[in-house]
């Protein structure tokens, strides 16, 4: 008993430490994801996400004016220009692409025949002794820094030119009444098979518990040839439809395990106090088997939401019927180097689920623990 009781804060550290593990590898690329999403395309090209904060530090080159820019000064010829752009501070500068910050602000450079300034405000200042002839600028290589900037814009744009705000409301279209309609026939269901006595009771719960285990895609095809024969069609209705009929065995299954533990003592009194079975299941069932439905709610729903095979069959692939992640994927490839559009994109498509999932997630382990180990 010692030995076991030596071991058992051990195995609690190690859980708790696994435990931490999964936690760190879900939220940070969440929270890099977050944060991506406010920054611009060339802080994302110069900084990770972690470095938002922190002055970004970028280097490259800008040209100095031609000889058609000089002036004279007395006995010297003077060009000047400015390297920075609005926001940005010099950290150094130089004449070669191998040292880029082989100066400081303020410092001279010689060149041939003509001596380079550039000042910490970004001014430059190139001037020699005789005429200049050059038809290009002389390259001048800069590293400068740039405050942190978080910005809105990537929102309003992916929101409006990209099709997310269109397809983010298909999406809530699909996704709401293909939530609700089956966890509304799936309680029926489930009481039925939980605490009604009619013939084949038994046989109806296994083909419900073998139905689990057949692939949603075999039935893609010949779901959509059924709907297209009897005029339904590719349309909210038939996405709507296909989505319950997917969803219904795992629906039914959870609820009938969670309703057939509930206390037969409730029920029988009821049933004594002469309440039909409409009202017992109204008034006890539904609210005792809250836990259960929520559980399975938060299922269906990001299923549903993070669905795109379902939604490309029965819905469609026009601009005007794309869900979230029918955009996801065009953007993906039309968009591919543009981070900040994807970022932003990308967190729109899970800041609902992850709002629906910390509303309800204190009923989840709740209702699948409990419809696991009660049976009847």
Not at 215 to 241: C, E, F, S, T
């Amino acid at each position: 008993m010692q030995d076991m009781a030596g071991r058992k804060p051990a195995l609690i550290w190690a859980v708790n430490l696994a435990a931490l593990l999964l936690v760190i590898l879900w939220t940070v690329p969440t929270a890099g994801l977050f944060v991506s999403s406010f920054r611009d395309r060339d802080q994302i090209s110069a900084t990770g996400w972690w470095k938002s904060l922190t002055t970004t530090e970028q280097t490259g080159f800008v040209r100095s004016g031609t000889a058609e820019d000089q002036r004279a000064e007395g006995d010297v010829f003077v060009i000047e220009g400015n390297v920075l752009a609005p926001d940005q501070s010099l950290l150094g500068w130089g004449t070669r692409a191998r040292e880029p910050a082989a100066y400081r602000p303020g410092e001279t450079a010689e060149l041939d025949g003509a001596r380079l300034t550039v000042a910490e405000d970004g001014s430059y200042r190139l001037e020699s002794d005789r005429p200049f002839e050059m038809r290009r600028g002389e390259r001048i290589f800069v590293t400068t820094g740039s405050p942190p900037d978080f910005t809105l814009s990537n929102y309003a744009r992916v929101l409006q030119a990209e099709g997310i705000g269109r397809a983010f409301m298909n999406t809530m279209t699909v996704t709401i009444p293909a939530t609700i309609i089956p966890i509304l026939i799936a309680a029926f269901a489930a009481y039925a098979l939980a605490w009604m006595e009619f013939p084949g009771r038994a046989l109806l719960t296994a083909a419900v518990v073998g139905l689990l285990v057949v692939p949603l895609q075999v039935a893609l095809i010949p779901l959509l040839r059924l709907h297209n024969d009897i005029g339904i069609g590719k349309g909210y209705l038939g996405i709507w439809l296909a989505h319950t009929g997917f969803g219904l065995p795992l629906a039914i299954y959870l609820l009938r395990n969670y309703m057939a533990g509930l206390p037969r003592e409730v029920i029988e009194s009821a049933r004594v106090d002469g309440a039909t079975e409409f009202q017992i299941f109204r008034r006890i069932i539904l609210p005792l088997s809250f836990p259960a439905l929520a559980s399975f709610a938060i299922f269906q729903f990001l299923w549903v939401w993070n669905d795109l095979l379902v939604a490309t069959v029965f819905l469609g692939n026009t601009r005007e019927q794309l869900v979230m992640t029918g955009v996801l994927r065009e953007l993906m490839g039309s968009k591919g180097g543009e981070w900040e559009i994807l970022a932003t994109s990308a967190f729109i498509s899970i800041a609902v689920p992850l709002v629906v999932f910390f509303a309800m997630q204190k009923y989840l382990v709740r209702g699948l623990l409990a419809g696991s180990v009660k049976g009847g």
